[in-house]
């Protein structure tokens, strides 16, 4: 039994959304998971009370049908039959229908598309995919590019805070369910000294700075060690810096294909850690980014 039940795929049809596509078929014969394939035409583009000849029942019958066609015609009915797919299209506002629908149906992962060619050109699938990563209370998984052979090289960045250690625990049966290489990243952030107090300190700033890094470096250890990895083995990798650019840096260094994050920080307020650093990562990154929000959090 794979890692997904349940996978849900969001697509416009355009370039990034078949890359989005793509992945979530290749998941879902990895995992032996149902895979629904959802396409929502904004409400707010169309009055189809007026322009459209048939019922919005009907007509989302008829999209559906022609969903599936466009699909089959797209990757082939070889690829797509290899797996239990369900085409759904109806009328609404993207990211709610999606939010709505996997909550509907007990979906564990919900994947979106990309968009950009480059780090610098990167943003996400308009803004369906940024708010669906912010508050989907579903694994999110936003795909750069496709992987031909499943994801092989995982970053999990943590900062030792409990929401983070749920991520690392997805993280690491991620890893185990694919096959991958797992990476465990802690940054410490570079300890801010009011220049009033400079003055008065009896040690340098060197100094003073090296003794909590060396404190950060023993609670990262100490976080390891409280973690049940059983016989699972990773490497682990301390920088000091800013959260957002190390683990960026860190992900091209380690040729990461996949990052694996929560969605609550150190504050243990929801979307707080989301709106700082994982949104600041996910649109500087040149691989996919799968988000995850804490159960404890999710239940709110």
Request: net charge negative.
């Amino acid at each position: 039994m794979g890692l997904f039940k349940h996978i849900v795929v969001g697509t416009d049809f355009s370039q990034q959304a078949d890359v989005a596509v793509q992945e979530a078929v290749y998941l879902a014969r990895q995992h032996e998971a149902k895979l629904s394939i959802l396409h929502v035409i904004d409400e707010r583009a169309v009055n189809y009370q007026e322009s459209l000849p048939l019922s919005p029942e009907e007509f989302e019958t008829l999209l559906a049908q022609e969903a599936k066609r466009t699909l089959f015609e797209t990757f082939g009915e070889d690829s797509l039959n290899s797996v239990d797919i369900k085409t759904i299209a109806m009328f609404g506002r993207p990211q709610y229908e999606l939010s709505s629908y996997c909550q509907s149906n007990d979906v564990d992962l919900v994947v979106a598309g990309r968009r950009g060619d480059s780090p610098l050109k990167q943003v996400l699938l308009g803004s369906t995919a940024e708010k669906l990563m912010r508050q989907s209370p579903i694994p999110t998984l936003l795909v750069a590019h496709p992987e031909a052979n499943g994801f092989k090289n995982v970053l999990a960045p943590v900062d030792g805070s409990e929401a983070s250690r749920d991520a690392l625990q997805y993280a690491v049966d991620f890893a185990k369910a694919s096959g991958a290489n797992l990476h465990i990243l802690y940054v410490c952030e570079s300890l801010p000294i009011s220049p009033l107090i400079s003055p008065h300190l009896t040690s340098p700033k060197e100094k003073l700075f090296g003794s909590y890094e060396e404190q950060m470096k023993e609670a990262f250890d100490e976080f390891l060690e409280d973690f049940d990895f059983g016989d699972f083995t990773y490497e682990a990798h301390f920088k000091v810096g800013k959260p957002a650019f190390e683990i960026v840096n860190a992900a091209d260094s380690l040729e990461t294909d996949l990052v694996i994050m929560g969605t609550v920080g150190r504050s243990g307020i929801a979307g707080l850690f989301i709106g700082n650093t994982a949104e600041r990562v996910s649109r500087s990154l040149s691989c996919s980014i799968l988000t995850v929000r804490p159960s404890e959090a999710s239940s709110e």
